[in-house]
């Protein structure tokens, strides 16, 4: 787990320094099982993120913007009763654990001074966040309330007195002696554990043995860093060397927050010292201080971002939604084929029409001259029909096959513009990085009955129309839809007749329009719109996209076209890269 016990240290020690003395101004709840708070220390003003989510609890200072809840969750408003406009006294680390205490002194309704802890426990599906007054050891609640029937040994329910977690014997970092450490590997080598002299190698013991050795021993390594550490010593003594090293940095803050990056640029790990052995397995990022390194990898980890956790629903939806689609195009284009190979039965009507003298009762097939090209051609019969019910049999099949592929390249049509459109949604969804936006295709997809209305449980949240804006060299605004929706506001309600409007060349992606207030539009604008245009849409990674560009009264919208698709004449064509936006723009 790459929140361990140091890592925690150096977290507390970090926090302790910014925050002590600060003013909490907000609380927000923006997820179930996470809390924002807003603090003024000093001069500056901090966001302090925690979370006691099952696979990535964590807490650390934030720059990212989060979504406040138009209703906060009951654990949020009693955070704002009991902390709101409190100063933050202390905060620390119970020993080397993965516990942080935020020590809060605040106004209570009688007007006297209490104070509050907070205490933030980091461990996998145990975490939680729990409110106790400080005077009494008493909890007032936890964003996670565990009762008898979950754990028989430790309950986190209001009014009962707060336990801490098990220490399951494990002794501090920062008081090991050269004697305990060794009493650590006595059923290992009595004589080498003795004198805390000699190799592992010696004793038989090998480096896994003693990384386990540290991980159940000692609070708070874990056991990519107890597999760091034993790789660099050589003996028992070397190793109690480096961790009073290690003990002696965290009491001098002396931390080199590092991420390591694996070769597709996700985070594999982080801690709060270099890590040999992923450094030379990973790519080494280097940060000023332990939060920023955190939100790195919390934000960057696929499966710690909650934008895309959020937006999984949605994209099991459209890859299924195309999938069937895909399935259904191929099924169609069969039965075109086959239709249009129906003219043999046309053939057969007629000849059969014309050999109908020759034809006897019951008969299974017949042979007949093709009087078209001069050969014999054998025709199936039915022997349960008369010679005129064979035929007509055979031009009722012509007539339902000419009618089949009409209906069919209706089909076809529709199809297809079904999977235009999800691949557009696609690439807004894969393109979104605030919740706002995803929200914003979980609408238009409920609206177009590709996913299910759920049940109002307030009021309804307006949509909001707020495109991208970038500024060409020239000083032309170039605004980028980034849903269908918006696609349509920015076409057809946003912009002008005489604006300029752009969009990839058979390929899904955003509107996009240069607002010309009147201008003549300059070639090096047309070209940066282009690369804008061709960067957010599906075809980001390739070279030479071709992009369509005309004035907004050309483009038009089919009735009843679904939300994004036009139509537009009197075009022309650029080919860019989509490369060249950060340059230009």
């Keep these: ?51 006691s989510n099952s696979s990535h609890a964590r807490i650390y200072l934030t720059n990212a913007p989060k979504a406040n809840p138009q209703n906060p969750a009951a654990f949020c408003m009693l955070m704002r009763k009991h902390l709101q406009n409190g100063r933050i006294l202390s905060v620390s680390q119970k020993d080397t654990e993965r516990i942080i205490e935020i020590t809060i002194d605040t106004i209570n309704e009688m007007g006297f001074s209490v104070n509050k802890k907070l205490i933030v426990e980091i461990m996998g599906k145990h975490s939680n966040i729990i409110l106790i007054d400080n005077s009494t050891g008493r909890i007032i609640d936890s964003i996670k309330r565990v009762s008898l029937d979950v754990n028989r040994y430790r309950q986190t329910l209001p009014g009962l007195q707060y336990v801490y977690p098990p ?263 894969e393109n979104s990085d605030v919740f706002e936006d995803i929200e914003e295709i979980r609408n238009e997809l409920t609206d177009g009955g590709f996913l299910r209305r759920k049940k109002a449980t307030g009021k309804a949240s307006k949509s909001r129309f707020n495109p991208l804006c970038r500024l060409s060299t020239d000083g032309f605004r170039i605004l980028i839809g980034r849903n269908n929706r918006e696609n349509d506001h920015l076409t057809f309600k946003t912009a002008s007749g005489r604006d300029i409007w752009l969009h990839t060349k058979d390929i899904p992606g955003s509107h996009v329009v240069i607002i010309t207030e009147g201008r003549q539009v300059t070639e090096t604008t047309l070209f940066e719109a282009a690369a804008a245009a061709a960067y957010y849409s599906k075809g980001r990674m390739s070279e030479n996209v071709p992009v369509d560009y005309t004035l907004i009264r050309h483009v038009k919208k089919p009735a009843g076209a679904k939300p994004g698709m036009v139509i537009f004449v009197n075009n022309k064509t650029l080919y860019v890269s989509p490369s060249d936006l950060q340059h230009c723009i």
């Design 167 to 429: 220490d399951q014997g494990k002794s501090s970092l920062f008081m090991l002696t050269p004697e305990l450490f060794a009493s650590f590997f006595k059923s290992v080598d009595q004589d080498l554990a003795s004198s805390v002299k000699g190799s592992f190698s010696a004793s038989g013991m090998d480096k896994e043995y003693a990384a386990r050795m540290l991980v159940s021993s000692i609070q708070g390594i874990s056991p990519a860093l107890s597999r760091d550490l034993a790789d660099r010593a050589d003996s028992i003594s070397q190793l109690f060397d480096i961790l009073e090293k290690y003990a002696f940095k965290i009491r001098s803050n002396e931390f080199e927050p590092c991420v390591y990056l694996n070769a597709g640029g996700e985070p594999a790990d982080f801690h709060c010292f270099p890590l040999q052995q992923a450094g030379s397995c990973f790519r080494e990022l280097r940060f000023d201080d332990i939060s920023a390194a955190a939100e790195y990898f919390y934000d960057h980890k696929a499966s710690s971002n909650r934008i895309r956790q959020r937006s999984l629903d949605l994209l099991r939806v459209l890859e299924s939604g195309i999938n069937k689609l895909l399935l259904k195009k191929q099924k169609l284009s069969e039965d075109l084929l086959q239709a249009e190979n129906a003219e043999i039965y046309k053939l057969y009507g007629e000849l059969l029409t014309a050999n109908m003298y020759r034809i006897g009762a019951k008969q299974s097939v017949v042979t007949v001259q093709n009087y078209y090209d001069g050969s014999d051609l054998s025709i199936p019969l039915d022997p349960r029909l008369s010679p005129s019910q064979n035929a007509q049999k055979y031009f009722r099949k012509y007539t339902k096959a000419k009618t089949a592929i009409k209906e069919k390249n209706i089909q076809l049509e529709e199809t297809n513009s079904d999977i235009d459109y999800l691949e557009s949604v696609l690439l807004h969804l």
């Design 1 to 51: 787990m790459p929140f361990d016990g140091i890592v925690t240290a150096a977290i507390a020690r970090e926090l302790d320094s910014k925050l002590a003395g600060g003013k909490i101004e907000k609380i927000y709840q923006p997820e179930s099982d996470e809390i924002l708070i807003h603090i003024h220390a000093g001069r500056s003003a901090f966001k302090l993120l925690i979370s």
